[in-house]
């Protein structure tokens, strides 16, 4: 780990805006053939938390544009307030500055249109106010930070922390598109225990929709009852979308199945929210497919059986269950296809790239 009061980074060029002088870090960043990687700050860019990668290179190239600004801050409030000095609008800086450098980068940082918006970055500071009970040593440790910015109040200081925050992306940008190694052969046991293994690591559901993805791309490939399959990135609403799943066939350019992917229960209101969507788009078929086991839940049964009636079919089938029979009836040809298939859709788009590395390790150790 580099001691960060030992980097002298350069000047900001003051004539640049936030954006473009984030755009021309990130160029030198990839210049450099080993960048110096801050243990500190990896952690945080590589853990599973959209909002908090988000949060610390939003409240550190935000700082580094205007040092009047409280690095902590994360509304602005009330201006004539007597507690106003320093407090900005880290929300619209986002959408304005970060996010289009994250879409231009592939999605490096994750995708999230607006990442502010979540729970725990809806109070005045991040050191006060709304107590996050989930990954709370990861926003500590952002606190942590960040309070140590605000404290040397030093640009230098300021654009080194967010050179180690570019230095850890470079290291996981670079490996946005990978090769996979996939067997020739594979047996369905093995394949199944993969993908559990695959499904295992909480990935906010992104894991889980890449490998439904693929499966319904399996059985367009080998009964051809599909003629192309289309995944939702994950944090882009459905509605938004004007998708009725995460997953959708079509057959003959008519959309004929939705599937949604799930990694808890499916609840009621998933299901009405399912109905709704597949009647706005003409689908009379809805699959949802689950990580975890589903639970006996009598008002979901009554309300499919209901739906059947008027001409929306509802169905719900565990992952692994929804494998084994696809790979089952398709035969070992299908398997190695099928991981293939996984293996085109997280480099296709993906929102954190550590889900391909961890798929990539996967299928090194088989």
């Known amino acids: 780990m580099q001691d960060v009061d030992d980097v002298e980074p350069d000047n900001p060029d003051e004539q640049l805006s936030p954006l473009d002088r984030l755009r021309q870090l990130w160029v030198e960043t990839l210049d450099e053939s080993n960048p110096a990687i801050d243990d500190e700050v ?25 040092h009047s600004r409280d690095a902590l801050s994360i509304q ?36 999230s249109p607006d990442p502010y918006v979540n729970n725990p970055l809806r109070r005045p500071r991040l050191d006060a106010g709304y107590e996050p009970r989930r990954d709370r040593p990861l926003w500590d440790r952002l606190v942590a930070i960040l309070q140590r910015v605000q404290q040397r109040n030093d640009p230098a200081y300021t654009e080194t922390r967010l050179r180690h925050c570019l230095a850890s992306l470079a290291l996981q ?29 909480p990935s906010g559901g992104e894991r889980a929709q890449v490998v439904v993805a693929a499966l319904m791309r399996t059985i367009a490939r080998q009964f051809g009852i599909f003629d192309r399959i289309e995944r939702q990135a994950i944090n882009e609403s459905d509605a938004a979308g004007d998708s009725p799943g995460d997953v959708v066939c079509y057959q003959d350019d008519r959309l004929v199945f939705a599937v949604e992917v799930k990694d808890r229960f499916v609840t009621l209101q998933d299901v009405d929210t399912a109905i709704g969507k597949a009647r706005r788009s003409n689908v009379t078929e809805v699959l949802f497919a689950s990580a975890s086991s589903q639970t006996h839940d009598a008002m979901i049964e009554d309300k499919v059986q209901s739906e059947f009636g008027l001409g929306v079919n509802i169905y719900q089938l565990e992952i692994e269950t929804m494998l084994r029979v696809v790979l089952t009836i398709a ?13 085109e859709e997280l480099n296709d788009r ?11 390790d996967l299928l090194r150790n088989l």
């Open 350 to 360: 993906v929102t954190q790239p550590t889900h391909k590395l961890a798929w990539r």
């Open 76 to 111: 602005r409030g009330d201006a004539d307030s007597a507690e106003a000095a320093g407090r900005w609008d880290p929300r619209s800086f986002c959408q304005t500055q970060v996010v289009p450098w994250v879409t231009e980068t592939g999605q490096v940082l994750g995708t």
């Open 42 to 66: 990896d952690s945080l860019i590589k853990c599973n938390v959209v909002s908090i990668r988000y949060a610390l290179l939003t409240q550190l190239l935000g700082k580094l544009a205007d």
């Open 331 to 343: 035969g070992e040809p299908s398997r190695p296809e099928f991981l293939t298939f996984v293996g």
């Open 173 to 201: 940008y670079r490996e946005l598109a990978i090769p996979f190694e996939v067997p020739q052969r594979i047996s369905l046991e093995a394949t199944a225990r993969l993908v559990s293994a695959y499904l295992a690591e």
